[in-house]
């Protein structure tokens, strides 16, 4: 039997604010734990949380930036659950009345095809502590550090809309470049700063009815999420070709050890009785705020790409690569203002740096070469002081710190003779030392005396110790060898 | 309108509070007279009220984006039944 997968996504993505949701203590990473914990995020008696007007705008701006309907008024809610890490003993969160409402995200698949993801809404919410269960600890003890507690979230939930791992991963991809080109989360997907639960069920190919899904939460990168996708899209087959039924459940995904296992059934699911939250009235979100907002919305990936196509004449392909994630973006556009070579810095950035960045695990942001080193470079092939392959060489030395481009040619000695007379020269030199080369040119057909040519470049290249420039070179040799014939 | 003995019971559960046998009937009980006002409630005729859950019209007041707490660590955990490293202790939470 064929089967179709159907997956949904619950995407929580931390917003970039300087303080909580609720308190005005900080949300900086890093910090000592529990020094980030004010009086509200410990929920102390007689305390009341004040809502964070920036974690409301940045909320509005994510639904402006998907075309969502925003709502103008929208409430908090309380979840009702006990863990030692959520100190209120609910979480402050958004049910009946989130602040975004339906909106769709087009996701581009590998075949060039465009899908629209419907987005049902997206929620703003508070983040809960950390407890951490190794380590320094007395035995039978957990710790809990409470300054990631009260961290703005928008939890943003799509609808049951993608059909392969490959979709979902797009999906989560477009969101990631989406909110940090609009700059309300840092993106810092090592830091927690996105986080995916993903809902997976499949069905007979053909069928409208959808099968039983599982929940597995908290996945923090693509690989992850990939992986957990394909994995439990395989359980599910295996087991109803089987004679097996799937049970709706919570499952967690171990990255490191490949491994998922369930968390809890819907059985032993908590029943959150959910309630509107006394302490916070409505939200009111004005047409004034939302226009005003509108008008100060950064460029949106989607346009970003059509004016890479335009404004520097890159390829689509090119375009939609570099546009893809909002810190390339600002890479290239930065390099490119110095080189004013976009598409020899687009192929650099596509290939050697992206190369070297993914087989590393660094990204652009924290790029060994900066953009500026970068369009040094450039400039320094487009105008033939160093070929392509010196390029790599320097690239290398860069990439390792040894100094700008032009440090590194003047130390290595890598500057390309591009000089006429001092090539002239030593064509005419290896041309004279050759004479049995030269009288297998002259005897080869007409056709077949390009290839001859190699034999030759390969002499002088040797010469000229890889500092020659081909292009010249090879005009010159011909000539020469032309007015011998 | 009747609450069943096990809806009590998987309350408390989650609440995490222990109901002994001998107070279950009487709580069952009195939950069960709440739900009855609340019953009652349901019949008055509020077709032209628009549904609410604050009593006043006002909305909610929003504070700007700065730094305004410091580190009261060493206050608040003063009063921690139980800290380590700087992290609240608790009974180990998973196997």
Request: hydrophobic share 35%; proline share 4%.
């Amino acid at each position: 039997m064929n089967w179709e997968t159907v997956i949904g996504l619950e995407v929580h993505v931390q917003l970039a604010t300087k303080t909580k949701i609720f308190s005005g203590a900080s949300t900086s990473f890093g910090a000592e734990p529990n020094s980030q914990a004010c009086a509200i995020d410990l929920a102390m008696p007689g305390t009341l949380p004040v809502l964070n007007k920036q974690a409301v705008h940045y909320a509005v701006m994510f639904g402006l930036a998907i075309d969502a309907e925003i709502e103008q008024e929208s409430i908090f809610e309380r979840k009702n659950y006990f863990y030692p890490d959520l100190p209120k003993g609910y979480q402050t969160t958004q049910l009946e009345k989130p602040v975004v409402g339906r909106g769709s995200v087009v996701i581009q698949l590998e075949d060039g095809t465009n899908k629209a993801i419907r987005i049902h809404h997206a929620h703003l919410e508070e983040d809960a502590g950390k407890s951490t269960h190794e380590g320094d600890l007395p035995h039978g003890v957990s710790g809990v550090d409470l300054n990631r507690a009260g961290t703005p979230l928008i939890e943003i939930v799509s609808e049951p809309d993608m059909r392969s791992a490959e979709e979902a991963v797009a999906f989560a991809k477009k969101l990631h470049n989406i909110v940090t080109s609009i700059g309300i989360c840092d993106g810092e997907m090592s830091q927690g700063s996105m986080r995916f639960d993903v809902n997976v069920s499949v069905r007979p190919t053909g069928s409208s009815t959808l099968g039983t899904r599982t929940e597995t939460k908290n996945l923090n990168s693509f690989k992850f999420m990939e992986e957990a996708i394909e994995r439990e899209v395989e359980r599910q087959i295996d087991l109803i070709e089987d004679g097996g039924t799937v049970i709706q459940e919570t499952r967690l995904y171990n990255g490191d050890t490949k491994v998922a296992k369930s968390m809890r059934s819907k059985e032993e699911a908590n029943d959150y009785r959910y309630f509107p939250c006394p302490d916070l009235l409505p939200v009111i979100v004005t047409d004034d705020t939302i226009e005003e907002l509108r008008r100060a919305l950064p460029e949106l990936p989607d346009a970003r790409m059509e004016r890479f196509i335009h404004e520097y004449s890159l390829s689509t392909y090119d375009a939609n690569i570099l546009a893809s994630n909002s810190a390339m973006s600002v890479f290239f556009e930065s390099s490119t203002a110095r080189s004013d070579n976009p598409k020899l810095t687009a192929n650099w950035m596509i290939g050697e740096l992206t190369a070297r960045l993914n087989s590393e695990n660094l990204d652009f942001v924290n790029s060994p070469v900066s953009a500026e080193q970068l369009a040094a470079l450039v400039v320094r092939i487009a105008d033939n002081s160093i070929s392509n392959k010196m390029a790599k060489q320097v690239f290398d030395a860069i990439w390792q710190g040894e100094g700008s481009a032009d440090e590194i040619i003047e130390a290595k000695g890598l500057k390309q003779v591009s000089d006429s007379g001092a090539l002239e020269e030593i064509v005419t030199n290896v041309i004279e030392a050759n004479p049995a080369m030269v009288e297998d040119f002259i005897n080869s057909d007409e056709g077949k005396r390009k290839k001859k040519l190699g034999g030759f470049m390969g002499q002088i290249m040797k010469a000229s110790k890889g500092q020659a420039n081909p292009q010249q070179v090879n005009k010159i040799l011909l000539q020469k060898l032309n007015e011998l014939l | 309108m009747t609450i069943k003995r096990e809806e009590i019971e998987n309350l408390a559960t989650l609440s995490r509070l222990s109901i002994d046998e001998k107070t279950i009937t009487d709580v069952t009980d009195r939950l069960s007279s709440v739900l009855d006002l609340v019953d009652q409630l349901q019949t008055a005729n509020c077709e032209s009220v628009v549904n609410t859950s604050r009593p006043f019209h006002s909305s909610q007041r929003l504070r700007s984006d700065e730094v305004t707490e410091n580190n009261r660590r060493e206050e608040f955990q003063s009063i921690a039944p139980e800290i380590h490293n700087g992290l609240f202790s608790v009974p180990k939470m998973i196997e």
